[in-house]
């Protein structure tokens, strides 16, 4: 019985090992990622984008960088249009002070690289395969000037938002898949409800998905802009970095900022890079956007949506040939932070071999015992493995087949 005992738990521990592997292996291939994530099933902070609820950031001067409805944390970032990068190092009582980083190369090297591209008329671009992926994760948000009221459950104003950009994408020749599907109620596990909406879109094989949302901030002259002669709200980007697809995910929201901002200059605030996935680890090209807040008007929201789709194709390339490639890009759908995703197997890897021989040792009652059964588990093992036959010496392997 002992001795089975010691079998079973050196067995369950090689299975754990191999379970670990296949999970890395698994979480490579996009076309396999689980449509379930843990993150955000027990959480009790306040959800993103809930009207007046809200947080100012500030600079070391005490001089407004941004303001925004969500949790800020200590290590957040922020990215300006110009490349001023900035960490949060301290939050209390609606506040966050943030530390200048110096400016973000990749974005001043994006800036140059699209200032010095030819913007393509607006016509039928569309030469490259693929398709964009549109949902949103909170679909009561609603525009009070234009809505009445900043939530109407399962069919807020948002959809307008959304359905402004598809249309936009769709007159270019751009296969769009909108996926309405509403996520109510407003809550944290909001994001865990649209995950499942987010994968199905994956099925297809997006070269970009966007999450659809608008900012909780009271204060409508924050995102409030002229540009081109319209009166628009202008849109933040967000980032989460809590998956192994953000140094991705981020040069994805660098470049679309950079692009936007070039076709149309300011169009985009910032970038945003915060606690949370945000399902962005389902693809490499998965963005959040906000666009303008609860106290703008839906149709500035609009034409500021408008304006941000009209460089989506310059972004992702899809002006014909392959896409824009700046300095230090990634192509759209290349998985990275497998570092990550290693440091993930090796905890794995770690916690259950330490176990296995706790549980031996203790078993065993001595180290040299333990020693003695763990080395016959893996003459048990390795006999289990199929062996080649063996190549005699001196003969080539079409000398030995003939002999045989």
């Given at each position: 019985m002992k001795n089975g005992s010691r079998r079973f738990t050196l067995y369950a521990a090689a299975l754990l090992v191999v379970l670990?592997?296949?999970?890395?292996?698994?979480?490579?291939?996009?076309?396999?990622?689980?449509?379930?994530n843990t993150a955000g099933l027990i959480n009790n902070e306040t959800p993103d984008h809930v009207a007046g609820t809200f947080t100012t950031i500030l600079d070391e001067q005490g001089e407004m960088l941004s303001m925004m409805s969500r949790s800020i944390y200590v290590g957040d970032e922020l990215y300006t249009a110009e490349g001023r990068g900035y960490r949060i190092?301290?939050?209390?009582?609606?506040?966050?002070?943030?530390?200048?980083?110096?400016?973000?190369?990749?974005?001043?090297?994006?800036?140059?690289?699209?200032?010095?591209?030819?913007?393509?008329?607006?016509?039928?671009?569309?030469?490259?395969?693929?398709?964009?992926?549109?949902?949103?994760?909170?679909?009561?948000?609603?525009?009070?000037?234009?809505?009445?009221?900043?939530?109407?459950?399962?069919?807020?104003?948002?959809?307008?938002?959304?359905?402004?950009?598809?249309?936009?994408?769709?007159?270019?020749?751009?296969?769009v898949n909108y996926d309405q599907t509403a996520h109510d109620p407003h809550d944290n596990n909001a994001y865990v409800r649209s995950r499942r909406t987010a994968a199905n879109l994956m099925k297809n094989k997006p070269i970009a998905i966007f999450d659809i949302h608008r900012d909780g901030v009271p204060d409508p002259a924050y995102y409030r802009a002229e540009i081109g002669g319209k009166d628009v709200a202008r849109l933040r980007i967000v980032v989460g970095k809590s998956n192994p697809r953000m140094d991705a995910n981020m040069d994805f929201a660098r470049r679309m900022m950079t692009a936007a901002n070039n076709v149309h200059p300011q169009i985009v605030k910032e970038i945003f890079v915060g606690k949370g996935d945000y399902n962005q680890d389902l693809s490499a090209t998965a963005l959040l956007i906000e666009a303008g807040t609860h106290t703008n008007s839906r149709e500035q929201a609009e034409r500021g949506i408008a304006l941000f789709t009209d460089a989506v194709p310059v972004a992702l390339g899809i002006k014909g040939g392959a896409p824009a490639a700046g300095p230090t890009t990634q192509q759209p759908g290349q998985a990275t932070g497998a570092g990550g995703g290693w440091k993930a197997v090796?905890?794995?890897?770690?916690?259950?071999?330490?176990?296995?021989?706790?549980?031996?040792?203790?078993?065993?009652?001595?180290?040299?015992?333990?020693?003695?059964?763990?080395?016959?588990?893996?003459?048990?093992?390795?006999?289990?493995?199929?062996?080649?036959?063996?190549?005699?010496?001196?003969?080539?392997?079409?000398?030995?087949?003939?002999?045989?």
């Open positions: 670990a592997l296949l999970v890395y292996g698994v979480n490579r291939d996009i076309r396999f990622l689980p449509v379930i190092s301290k939050v209390k009582d609606g506040k966050a002070e943030a530390v200048f980083m110096g400016l973000d190369s990749q974005i001043v090297s994006y800036n140059d690289f699209f200032s010095a591209q030819e913007i393509p008329a607006a016509t039928n671009i569309a030469q490259k395969k693929g398709n964009i992926a549109i949902y949103h994760s909170h679909t009561d948000e609603s525009y009070v000037p234009t809505d009445g009221t900043e939530a109407i459950p399962f069919k807020g104003g948002i959809y307008q938002v959304g359905k402004t950009m598809v249309d936009k994408l769709q007159g270019r020749g751009i296969t090796g905890w794995i890897l770690g916690i259950t071999l330490a176990l296995g021989l706790g549980f031996v040792l203790i078993n065993e009652g001595s180290v040299d015992k333990a020693r003695d059964n763990i080395l016959g588990f893996v003459r048990e093992i390795s006999g289990l493995i199929p062996r080649g036959a063996a190549r005699k010496p001196g003969l080539e392997e079409n000398d030995q087949e003939k002999e045989e």
